[in-house]
């Protein structure tokens, strides 16, 4: 119907938005060049017939733009100067021009085009982002291990830092990957600057110090931003029990393992150098439960008068007064730095990382019990936290990992693995 007259075609699309014609069986087409060698130029499709309830306008449209059709007629009204796309629109850019050439409408903006943002790990098709939510496979589209702005913000992302990563990778005209650890480490240096360093321990272990005196609370000073010299300092419990993180003990610990280990001293951050003497197991497991342990009264703070120095320093929690807390450890979505690369026949979905999400009960300090959710926390010697604004009650936060601290006996173990 190339050649029909104007008046006709006017008058079938008064017909089609008055809703005579069943879905999909008219369509209104802009007569350009069914000759070009761009698709896109070929007598594109402008409107056509769709009964769908609108989340703005409800049901009172039943006929309805395409995208090429609307990009620069919206941009031109909303006053757009630089309409910037992805790649994939380069060869539409004659159509947006065509059509605004013909217009006359108020503004003239021009598109450019530039390659998208793709970081290692992530989807960022809405259209499997999407699947995702209705799947059931995320929490919804503020889902922390989403790559949305709602999801990056529960997390505890900082804008600073998405700033940062955005003006590391810059602009270019060539499609690639960035290394997700870039948006990680940005991360990392935007909180490390504001954030306040509290103890906490994600995995507990029962630490008994029998030479302690039963009964005695010693309170102890913790610096709570090194990076920031008006931070100050605050005073957390300290005695004869104490949580420490599992993974700080070995029973037959390798050479460079300087964490505790039987007959290995260590020092307690802020507190007391100590030295295993022995260990209980569960008979049924063989899993270790409890740790026994001595601790020098002459080494407060990490000084001591022999001048002997310990090559590992570890966390703790009181266990008296420690508070029992939910922490969310996210890693990454997808299990593979290209989720979308699949086998002949294979679906991107199973690239999922069954590990995304790792919920743990954690022992953390009093100061931890009432949080500002806007509040970033260092877990000192585990990474950056907030406190999860959905979730959680007063006295009972959630704590979401926004990015974990690098480990040097993660990164021993994985190259020993490697060779």
């Not at 009093?366 to 007063?394: C, H, I, M, N, T």
Request: aromatic share 10%; net charge neutral.
């Amino acid at each position: 119907y190339r050649d029909r007259t104007a008046e006709e075609s006017l008058d079938l699309l008064r017909r089609m938005r008055a809703g005579e014609f069943p879905d999909g069986s008219r369509s209104l087409r802009a007569r350009v060049d069914m000759a070009s060698p761009n698709l896109t130029m070929r007598d594109p499709v402008l409107y056509r017939i769709l009964r769908a309830h609108h989340h703005r306008t409800g049901d009172a449209w039943c006929i309805y733009p395409t995208y090429d059709w609307a990009h620069g007629q919206s941009d031109a009204l909303e006053g757009i100067t630089h309409s910037i796309c992805t790649l994939e629109f380069e060869n539409h850019r004659p159509l947006y021009d065509w059509f605004l050439d013909r217009l006359g409408l108020p503004a003239r903006p021009r598109q450019y085009e530039f390659a998208r943002m793709s970081p290692s790990f992530v989807i960022t098709s809405k259209r499997k982002l999407r699947r995702l939510v209705e799947e059931g496979h995320v929490d919804g589209w503020d889902d922390p291990r989403m790559p949305t702005l709602s999801g990056m913000r529960r997390r505890g992302v900082p804008p600073g830092a998405l700033r940062e990563f955005c003006a590391r990778t810059g602009v270019t005209r060539v499609n690639g990957v960035v290394d997700y650890a870039l948006l990680e480490n940005c991360v990392r240096e935007d909180l490390n600057r504001r954030a306040q360093r509290r103890l906490a321990v994600l995995r507990p272990l029962k630490v008994v110090i029998e030479n302690w005196p039963e009964g005695q609370v010693d309170e102890l000073d913790a610096v709570n931003n090194p990076e920031d010299p008006g931070a100050g300092t605050r005073k957390v419990p300290f005695g004869r029990e104490l949580w420490i993180e599992r993974d700080d003990f070995l029973e037959d610990a390798p050479r460079k393992f300087f964490r505790l280990a039987p007959g290995r001293e260590v020092r307690l951050r802020y507190a007391y150098y100590v030295t295993c003497t022995g260990f209980e197991k569960d008979p049924a497991t063989g899993e270790v439960t409890e740790l026994r342990c001595t601790y020098d009264p002459e080494s407060r703070g990490g000084d001591t008068p022999d001048g002997r120095k310990v090559k590992g320093t570890i966390h703790w929690v009181s266990a008296a007064h420690a508070v029992p807390v939910e922490v969310r450890l996210y890693d990454h979505l997808f299990g593979r730095p290209d989720p979308e690369q699949v086998e002949e026949g294979g679906d991107w979905i199973e690239n999922l990382n069954p590990r995304s999400l790792e919920t743990v009960t954690a022992q953390v300090e009093p100061s931890l019990a009432q949080v500002d959710p806007e509040e970033p926390f260092q877990f000192e010697r585990q990474g950056y936290f907030r406190a999860d604004p959905l979730d959680g009650a007063p006295g009972a936060p959630v704590f979401n990992r926004v990015v974990a601290l690098r480990d040097s006996w993660a990164r021993i173990q994985k190259r020993a693995g490697g060779s």
